[in-house]
């Protein structure tokens, strides 16, 4: 879980995932059945935003405007 406040959440275009972004170095992928968190993405600095493609990429912006992009690897085709 996080151990700041959350500044931006989304759910996947699957609807399976929900990702979660905070003051924190971290983005967390949380199943949207069970809502466990199973994946941690770091970006090194506070986390503004977080979204996804409508193909299920990851992207996560800073308050300073950096973008770091992540790939899905399916994880929405992995849950059931």
Not at 28 to 42: D, V
Not at 48 to 57: N, P, R
Request: aromatic fraction near 16%.
């Amino acid at each position: 879980s996080h151990d700041y406040a959350v500044k931006s959440i989304m759910f996947s275009p699957c609807g399976k995932l929900l990702l979660s972004g905070s003051n924190g170095d971290y983005a967390f992928l949380w199943n949207t059945t069970s809502y466990k968190h199973f994946h941690s993405l770091t970006d090194n600095k506070k986390i503004f935003s977080v979204s996804f493609s409508s193909q299920g990429q990851i992207a996560t912006i800073t308050p300073d405007g950096t973008v770091s992009f992540y790939i899905s690897l399916g994880f929405c085709d992995d849950l059931t």
